[in-house]
């Protein structure tokens, strides 16, 4: 027990009176030089206030990318025709005029046919077209869908019923609006029960749909379904009216364009199953198709692809932030030992006093994990607040998890301890007679 009781870091553990008394040595230290202090403690201060909102936005960036996947369907595959380069996409010398790409009925049928493990395929047509409400107008996208589409695409109903099978077979004249339609044309009104018009055509809605943003693995052309107006009709009465060839005026000429199918979402029956399934059908297309106008996005292997760039993301960013904190622990290393010249004499009286080694390391020790621990708690508070700043005035996603805040100033603390031993050590190992004559 005398040993144990003589050891000088237990016995420091031992007396808090004595603990409290060199720690009430270190803040009265740094209080004395206030702006130093202050300056050393700003490299901490702003690698842990990168750490955390670093992560905030990484995390926050992921999350919406991985949403907007998850959105699309874990079990979907989808299809959508793409217009080729100009002079690919003509149909022959004595059609010139039509440009005829895109998925087609027989690539429908043979998926339907030939792929295992299938369960169902819903294709849909569009065409842009000028949206009416009495004397409002907006240009947006006519969808040609079948009823099973809200529930392929996972949109959800804000208002109203989607049309059923029934509808669609007689062609009624049904539709439904997204919100940014029923919001520019009815401001002031509810739309349901009210009519629109398009090409001369009057539409019943009947319901209205949640907006859907641009997808993740689209480019503009064909995403424009996901980032503007719709009205969604029934696919028979769209092929009714509008017929296998849309022809689109403009000033002085037109243009004639042939697509059976925009658009294709193809249901697996086991996720597992859907990469190798997504394989097959890009080999049947490109059988069927001599040149790209088609394109086939996976939003499983979209998903995994968000998880990788995300863990990328993450190493990157905390290797920036690594580097902040290393740059603020150099700080900190070189103002202590600046600090332990210039209180050399203090260490040699201490010293002379009685002080052991011990308790000079712990002095210096106690100083530095301050200085890293004010830093640590102001980078933190630093760090909470850009992630809702940027969410507020960016508009970007954000999302700060328990977790990165407390490693963050747990890495701050690591940081003053590991930055510190040296200088505290090089204290303690001074020479007191030495030290007692320096002037």
């Given amino acids: 027990m005398s040993f144990l009781a003589s050891h000088p870091v237990l016995r420091l553990v031992a007396s808090p009176q004595h603990l409290w008394r060199t720690l009430s040595l270190g803040i ?34 992921s999350h919406e990318a991985q949403e907007q996947i998850r959105r699309l369907g874990s079990q979907n595959i989808i299809l959508h025709s793409v217009k080729p380069p100009d002079g690919q996409g003509s149909s022959g010398e004595s059609r010139s005029m039509i440009s005829e790409y895109g998925l087609t009925t027989r690539d429908i049928q043979q998926i339907r046919q030939t792929v295992p493990g299938i369960s169902i395929v819903v294709p849909s047509r569009y065409v842009s077209e000028n949206i009416w409400n009495l004397d409002r107008s907006i240009d947006g996208q006519v969808m040609g869908v079948l009823p099973i589409y809200p529930e392929m695409r996972n949109r959800r109903m804000i208002q109203g019923r989607f049309f059923t099978e029934l509808e669609m077979n007689d062609s009624v004249p049904v539709c439904v609006i997204n919100q940014t339609v029923a ?38 052309a064909s995403s424009s379904a996901d980032s503007q107006a719709q009205i969604l009709i029934p696919f028979v009465t769209l092929m009714d ?115 052991r080694q011990a308790d000079i390391v712990v002095q210096f020790l106690i100083e530095t994990v301050l200085l890293a621990g004010v830093g640590g708690v102001l980078g933190v508070a630093l760090g909470l607040g850009i992630p809702m700043a940027v969410q507020k ?47």
């Fill in 241 to 355: 009216q509008y017929g296998e060839v849309f022809f689109r005026y403009r000033t002085g000429s037109f243009e004639a364009e042939k697509v059976q199918f925009h658009e294709a979402v193809i249901r697996v029956e086991d996720v597992k199953q859907v990469e190798s399934r997504a394989e097959a059908i890009r080999h049947l297309m490109t059988t069927n198709h001599k040149k790209e106008d088609w394109r086939i996005i996976v939003p499983v292997e979209l998903l995994k692809q968000a998880e990788r760039t995300k863990q990328i993301f993450s190493i990157v960013l905390g290797s920036i932030a690594a580097i902040s904190l290393l740059v603020g622990g150099i700080g900190i290393m070189n103002i202590m030992l600046a600090s332990v010249t210039e209180r050399t004499r203090e260490i040699g009286i201490r010293r002379a006093l009685g002080a």
């Fill in 183 to 220: 919001s520019r044309l009815f401001p002031l009104s509810t739309p349901t029960g009210k009519s629109v018009r398009v090409k001369g055509f009057y539409y019943k809605v009947i319901g209205i749909i949640q907006d859907e943003g641009q997808m993740v693995g689209t480019d503009a």
């Fill in 393 to 439: 005035f960016a508009g970007v996603t954000t999302i700060i998890k328990m977790w990165s805040p407390i490693l963050a100033f747990s890495i701050s603390v690591i940081t003053g301890i590991a930055f510190g031993i040296y200088p505290a050590r090089r204290a303690a190992q001074m020479n007191p007679v030495e030290a007692l004559r320096h002037e």
């Fill in 28 to 61: 009265k230290t740094i209080w004395l030089h206030k702006l130093r202090s202050f300056l050393t403690a700003l490299g901490v201060v702003f690698g842990v206030a990168s750490v955390v909102a670093m992560l905030a936005i990484g995390e926050g960036a």
